[in-house]
């Protein structure tokens, strides 16, 4: 069996320079930021978040404002996927491609211009039920995911929170694993103490990873502290070390 290829991120904590807090403190922390400022008789968007090539499905159902931007979006996927803003992302939709300009995707000769993701707005990006987007986090290892926008609420019974999380499945795969092949071939090492890699790959994963687990109401916690109407890069990875249970010295 191959190794895990394990790759270098630009992670947004150093796991070398924060402290893991005890579950306990963890949510104690969490408490909500405002969403003031949402304009109202906006229709709310039912997603379905599935990540590509991944068996058993790894997915997450949410719940948000029609008019938020792609941009504030991509914070939402992070947060309730359990990816680590660690890499550059992009969405598609069709033939367009948007992404966060600052971050200077890099260019391709024959592709679409690069549009900036927080001058779209989910309902005009995808208008209908049905409508597809497309996520991809991490070009170098590749994570997809497909966007189903499966209903489309009309405003006067859209729900109040700026975004929640109704349904999900499983674990997302820890960054830097290697894509859908490499995390699987992760999981089977994990599962064999006797692989060579075992006690190599447990110590990478910080000793314990159980690909089942999901916590419903932890995502929502994390989710209520985004701000609305735009998580800045540093507020989003402040948000994300509270998820993870990292405090800065």
Request: charged share 25%; glycine share 6%; proline share 9%.
């Amino acid at each position: 069996m191959k190794s895990v290829v394990v790759s270098k991120s630009r992670w947004p904590y150093s796991r070398s320079t924060v402290k893991k807090q005890s579950s306990s403190k963890t949510r104690s922390r969490a408490k909500p930021a405002a969403s003031a400022g949402r304009r109202p008789k906006v229709p709310t968007y039912q997603l379905k978040i599935t990540l590509d090539l991944v068996k058993p499905p790894i997915w997450r159902r949410l719940s948000v404002p029609g008019d938020a931007t792609l941009g504030w979006l991509h914070a939402v996927i992070q947060v309730a996927m359990g990816w680590t803003n660690s890499h550059l992302h992009q969405f598609s939709a069709g033939d367009r491609i948007f992404s966060d300009p600052s971050f200077d995707p890099p260019p391709f000769d024959d592709g679409p211009e690069t549009l900036d993701e927080e001058k779209f707005s989910i309902q005009e990006v995808a208008p209908a039920e049905k409508d597809v987007l497309r996520y991809e986090y991490d070009f170098g290892d590749g994570w997809l995911h497909t966007i189903v926008v499966e209903k489309i609420l009309p405003p006067e019974t859209a729900p109040g929170a700026a975004a929640r999380c109704l349904a999900g499945q499983r674990a997302c795969p820890p960054d830097d694993c290697g894509g859908p092949w490499g995390y699987q071939n992760l999981l089977a090492i994990l599962r064999n103490p006797k692989h060579e890699e075992h006690e190599s790959m447990m110590d990478w994963i910080g000793g314990r990873f159980d690909s089942e687990a999901f916590d419903l109401p932890g995502t929502n916690a994390h989710l209520r502290m985004l701000k609305w109407p735009r998580a800045s890069v540093e507020h989003l990875r402040r948000v994300l070390m509270k998820r993870d249970g990292f405090v800065e010295p």
